[in-house]
């Protein structure tokens, strides 16, 4: 399942360091076969020690995380609505991608030049999320001149989509992402065509600097600016140290700790943001565990047996019959499979079973 995190800011605040920082956890290429080779896309294993304990009980020989994909977007400048810099590149790489993780700096530092000449958080979400505003704005009034004319023809479809653009049109004309518009399902589906940057979820990435004037260490203002937004908007936010983890991202495990504990940063927040993308994309793992290998699944948040079952491979779902499922804390407790069979842990599901985070699963299939 190959979905993607867009990386974007503007110049100068970490996010071709935060995406080397994401990289040095990058997955064989032979696991994802929708992996690339373009320098500017890396494919991450999520972090979850859950496979390590279900290997502990398998006796693996090799584990197999699920993955997330980062693609690293060229910076934005003001005026990218309007095509200034690489405007229209940076606007087409973002409309490809599934969700933005938009990275500001947090971090004062005389060395690191910034491209407004001052440290102000909001001031470059404020920036970077009109910029796609705008560019929605134009999408959505270039789609009402087209709905137009099948409205006039008594098209039920047309009418419903005019009204969702409509809508959107308000939010957007008030500075709003159009994903703050309460949609129902069958209303985002009507609008899902034109591929609005900011129906996309966001996530907020706060990148600090060790060793630097960091707003969230020194409780400044700015910060508590930022953090009345994100409230203020819902906003799901991490705070990194992209630079700290970029340095540590050949050391062994261990030798992070130690760094981490030694300069007071117990976590850089690269493990957060990888899983809250996940999150953020509506995933989450079922697992399948053997000698051979354990691994991880991915699949959508609300998935059946069966598609869960056509992760695998396609007959799986097409030809299933039935699952056997224990859920990991069950399988842990009991300690194998067995033991949760004996307990009754272990049950069989069919084909309108919705898979739970953590499954642990085998399939049958005619």
Known sequence: MSLSVGIVGLPNVGKSTLFNALTRSSVPAENYPFCTIDPSVGVVAVPDARLATLSGISGSEKLIPAAVEFVDIAGLVKGASTGEGLGNKFLANIREVDMIAEVVRIFEDADVHHVA??????????????????????????????????????NKTAVLEKDVLTRLMQVLESGKLANTLPLTKEERKVVQGIHLLTMKTFLYVC?????????????????????????????????????????????????????RREYGGQDSGVESLIRACYRGLGLMSYFTTGEKETRAWTVKIGATAPEAAGVIHTDFEQKFIRAQVVAFEDLVRAGSLSAARDSGKLRTEGKEYVVQDGDVMEFLHS
Request: no cysteine; aromatic share 6%; net charge negative.
């Open 117 to 154: 000449g001052a440290i102000d958080p909001l001031s470059d979400i404020e920036v970077i999320n009109l910029e796609l505003v705008m560019a929605d704005t134009e999408t959505v009034s270039k789609r009402l001149g087209n709905v137009e004319r099948d409205v006039r023809s008594g």
């Open 207 to 259: 990148n600090k600097k060790q060793g630097a004037f960091n707003l969230d260490d020194q409780n400044e203002d700015r910060w508590h600016e930022l953090l009345a937004f994100f409230e203020e908007t819902g906003s799901e936010y991490v705070v990194v140290d992209a630079g700290m983890e970029h340095e540590l991202k050949d050391m062994e495990e261990d030798e992070k700790i130690e760094f």
